[in-house]
């Protein structure tokens, strides 16, 4: 079974704070992603990657930024935290441009 | 412009009815679908992938491809009260090596 695991179920920050959300993969996939989900939103992909150290904005880019150092890792960051950012979180991974397998979510407040 | 279309709901249906969900696309050469569940405050969970013309049985769900007509829907037999949940259909749509997700219909399953 494809484990994707991600480092905080919820997480609580103040505006203007850095902060990392981190997620594992177990199944050597290539493909990383981040999404936030918000109501009547829907999936909003937010960057993903193809390979370690690649990266591609998604539709919403703005405000973060992400690293892949090895390939089973992908993490995102809130370069400045705003109350806009607050959401909740998705990682997933895949192979090629097959199905997408996600992580619990870690749901993110901001105050 | 990628889209994919899917009625927000709720559809309400009784327990051990047919549930059916629907699920419409732009892109033409779009070649693979995905259907995921997902319960309140949870992360989808992929239930079936379609890739041909046709239907596809898992179980209680059965995924059908209709790709002239650019649409692919869910049925969900014998539905069950656990099946109170969120469908959202997803497409791997060409020229792009993401997923794009429709926004989810609302399933419930009355007892």
Aim: glycine letters at 8%; charged letters at 25%; aromatic letters at 12%.
């Amino acid at each position: 079974d494809v484990k994707v695991t991600q480092s905080s179920r919820y997480l609580v920050k103040r505006t203007g704070e850095k902060v990392f959300l981190e997620c594992v993969q177990d199944m050597d996939h290539e493909n990383m992603f981040w999404y936030r989900q918000d109501p009547g939103l829907g999936l909003r992909l937010i960057y993903f990657s193809y390979d370690v150290k690649m990266k591609e904005k998604g539709d919403i880019p703005e405000g973060y930024s992400v690293s892949r150092e090895k390939k089973e890792r992908f993490s995102l960051i809130l370069e400045s935290a705003s109350t806009n950012q607050t959401s909740m979180y998705l990682c997933a991974s895949s192979f090629g441009r097959d199905e997408q397998y996600f992580g619990p979510g870690t749901r993110l407040t901001v105050t | 412009q990628k889209e994919v279309e899917q009625n927000s709901g709720p559809l309400s249906v009784p327990e051990g009815a047919i549930a059916s969900l629907n699920c419409t696309y732009s892109d033409r050469g779009s070649q693979s679908f995905f259907w995921y569940r997902q319960y309140s405050g949870k992360s989808p969970e992929l239930i079936m992938s379609i890739y041909s013309n046709g239907d596809k049985e898992d179980g209680r769900f059965t995924a059908q491809l209709n790709k002239a007509s650019q649409y692919v829907s869910l049925l969900i037999r014998d539905s069950q009260p656990s099946d109170s949940a969120t469908y959202l259909c997803a497409v791997a749509i060409s020229g792009y090596s993401t997923l794009t997700f429709g926004k989810g219909t609302m399933l419930l399953v009355s007892p």
